[in-house]
Antibody
Framework: EVQLVESGGGVVQPGGSLRLSCAAS????????MAWVRQTPGKGLEWVSG????????NYADSVKGRFTISRDISKNTLYLEMNNLRAEDTAIYYC???????????????WGKGATVTVSS | QSALTQPRSVSGSLGQSVTISCTAT?????????VSWYQHSPGKAHKLIAY???KRPSGVSDRFSGSRSGSTASLTISGLQAEDEADYFC??????????FGGGTKLTVL
């Protein structure tokens, strides 16, 4: 079964850092565009970042640009989200998701993980 | 970037049909024909139930159908079942691995 499992969430002080991981199984992330999406009770779902299937293209929401970095390790079949200079408004459940199409443009996310909770608080 | 507006809640009785709307408030879904719908229940992963407005992924019940009329995408659930009670989100592709989402609709099955 195609599956994504996030880890690395936790409680961090404002200005701190965290790295989220997203372990993929039953498919190769080298063949699929991937994305990070977050959800808060107040703001709903918000796209955070995406990466092309070949890892060349990346994009970020304005709210995280310059602070978050998306990357991947093909050998571990794992996607990452490095989060620096965290703010209270980054508190959310973070989900990773994969594109529907193999080597596609990343326009439809078909499989999501169950999420990792990040809390930014002093 | 366009915003997507969904009703906060809808309800329907067992066996009935309900339709959830998703209206693009400015540009017509960002100029792309990639609108998806997701079902989310507590403790479960978001499930793709429709994409490119009206396509259905394999394994999804044909009780779920997506459509589009102008700047409004819709999800219709027919023959409501208790397990359909969940939150439903619409999502539009904005290009360059970017997406924007509707605020979500809570479906209550009476």
């Amino acid at each position: 079964e195609v599956q994504l499992v996030e880890s690395g969430g936790g409680v961090v002080q404002p200005g701190g850092s965290l790295r989220l991981s997203c372990a993929a199984s039953e498919f190769a992330i080298s063949d699929y565009a991937m994305a990070w999406v977050r959800q808060t009770p107040g703001k709903g779902l918000e796209w955070v970042s995406g990466i092309s299937y070949n890892g060349v293209g990346t994009n970020y929401a304005d709210s995280v640009k310059g602070r978050f970095t998306i990357s991947r390790d093909i050998s571990k079949n794992t996607l990452y989200l490095e989060m620096n200079n965290l703010r209270a408004e980054d508190t959310a459940i973070y989900y990773c998701a994969k594109d529907l199409g193999r080597r596609g443009r990343g326009a439809t996310m078909d499989v999501w993980g169950k999420g990792a909770t990040v809390t930014v608080s002093s | 970037q366009s915003a997507l507006t969904q009703p906060r809640s809808v309800s329907g009785s067992l066996g009935q049909s309900v339709t959830i709307s998703c209206t693009a408030t400015s540009s017509d879904f960002g100029g792309y024909n990639f609108v998806s719908w997701y079902q989310h229940s507590p403790g479960k992963a978001h499930k793709l139930i429709a994409y490119e407005f009206n396509k259905r992924p394999s394994g999804v019940s044909d009780r779920f159908s997506g459509s589009r009329s102008g700047s409004t995408a819709s999800l219709t659930i027919s023959g409501l079942q208790a397990e359909d009670e969940a939150d439903y989100f619409c999502c539009s592709y904005a290009g360059n691995y970017d997406f924007f989402f509707g605020g979500g609709t809570k479906l209550t099955v009476l």
